[in-house]
């Protein structure tokens, strides 16, 4: 008898959910695509009539999340904020919320060691959500003077890396379990050390 994969119309997505689960249990490099297949109801051979691979699979995962993350950005960034601060902080906050809420695409994008430029559909995907990130410091470095100001996309990487660096510390297992303070409060203050840093915000602040 026929698996249930070929008749429900929608393989693909299938093995993407099959795949998204897989990797946010055993990691980018834990699962195999017969793995995928079993969990998706579908025969072992069945993922090929979509993907070469299993790279090629995380490629996908990887363009899907990126799609999805620059959506989330870019929302809380037009948050109608009161302040640049208030927007920049919004959509490091967003950058945190998406790695909890879609740990599977966040490991096919950050950990699966997929290159941005692996096709150019997911280095589109990369370039726009990065774009938010550099959009938000620019705004936010616009308030200090020019001589000051460090370049807006190393200002945006440093922040990614600190948001990169919450998540992976910080972010995953049972909350308060290696630090008792939320990846949020980490991030807020670790942005405004950084900023204190640059002279943006007073000492005091």
Do not use: W
């Not at 995907?125 to 774009?131: L, W």
């Amino acid at each position: 008898m026929s698996k249930r994969g070929y008749h429900h119309g929608n393989l693909r997505e299938a093995l993407i959910d099959a795949a998204l689960t897989l990797i946010a249990e055993k990691g980018p490099h834990g699962f195999t695509m017969a793995e995928a297949a079993k969990l998706a109801d579908v025969s072992a051979a069945a993922p090929y009539r979509h993907f070469t691979g299993r790279e090629e699979l995380l490629v996908e995962l990887a363009r899907q999340g990126y799609e999805r993350f620059a959506e989330s950005l870019e929302q809380a960034y037009r948050g109608g904020h009161p302040s640049s601060l208030a927007a920049f902080e919004a959509v490091g906050y967003a950058y945190l919320a998406f790695a909890r809420d879609h740990p599977g695409h966040y490991i096919a994008m950050f950990e699966s060691g997929v290159a941005p430029n692996s096709s150019r559909a997911l280095a589109a995907a990369c370039a726009r959500a990065n774009q938010v990130l550099v959009r938000a410091a620019g705004d936010l470095s616009q308030h200090l003077p020019a001589h000051r100001r460090p370049p807006t996309e190393l200002f945006a990487a440093h922040v990614t890396a600190m948001s990169h660096g919450i998540v992976e510390l910080y972010a995953r297992g049972a909350p308060g379990e290696r630090s008792p303070f939320t990846p949020e409060e980490l991030l807020e203050t670790g942005i405004g050390i950084y900023l204190r840093g640059l002279g943006f915000l007073d000492p005091d602040t």
